[in-house]
């Protein structure tokens, strides 16, 4: 079993979802490596599920298409141009069915886990699901009532989905989550 190439700001893209098993041939490499991203590709060139992980890794893809994996639009404007390059060209996006964001931390952009709905939040992040609920009333400010009504239609395949981060440096978790 090959090893996926490390990514800072997204830990297990298998998990996620944003890298699958598939015996595809990448078009950047020319190789069929095993895994191919799924994910977002913001290039004028159609490279849906076409690119090997390690084609993002080392930056060759997003030289190659000029593409990028994470909208610069979904990076907090304070991002600095080192973070912005490792995030947005050589990191796996996520499929999200609103605008990406991708929080920031510390001065430095958070680690991808994976989307949630609430299925997968009550199995795996316990503990995260008061902290989703403070995150929809007070940043996304919405009312209790409704926002109880979107942590309980909250789907991992069918959205509304949760989206789950984690800062490197004080492991704060951070969330991103599409409206109802
Ligand atoms: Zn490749
Ligand atoms: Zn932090």
Request: glycine share 6%; proline share 7%; with cysteine.
């Amino acid at each position: 079993m090959k090893m996926l190439p490390s990514f800072r700001y997204h830990p297990d893209p298998i998990r996620s979802g944003s890298v699958v098993k598939s015996p595809g041939l990448c078009r950047c490499c020319g190789t069929a490596r095993g895994y191919i991203y799924c994910g977002p590709v913001y290039s004028v060139h159609e490279l849906d599920d076409a690119l090997c992980p390690w084609c993002i890794a080392d930056g060759s893809a997003a030289a190659k298409f000029d593409a990028l994996f994470v909208d610069d639009e979904a990076l907090d404007t304070e991002a600095s141009e080192e973070i912005y390059d490792q995030l947005c060209r050589r990191t796996p996006g996520y499929n999200s069915w609103q605008a990406e964001q991708w929080p920031m931390c510390c001065g430095d952009a958070t680690a991808f886990l994976t989307p949630v709905g609430l299925t997968e939040l009550r199995r795996d992040f316990p503990d995260r699901e008061s902290l989703l609920l403070n995150h929809i009333l007070f940043e996304m400010k919405i009312t209790r009532s409704l926002a109880l009504e979107l942590l309980e239609s909250l789907h991992r395949e069918a959205g509304p989905t949760a989206y789950l981060f984690e800062c490197l440096h004080c492991r704060r978790p951070h969330f991103n989550v599409d409206q109802a």
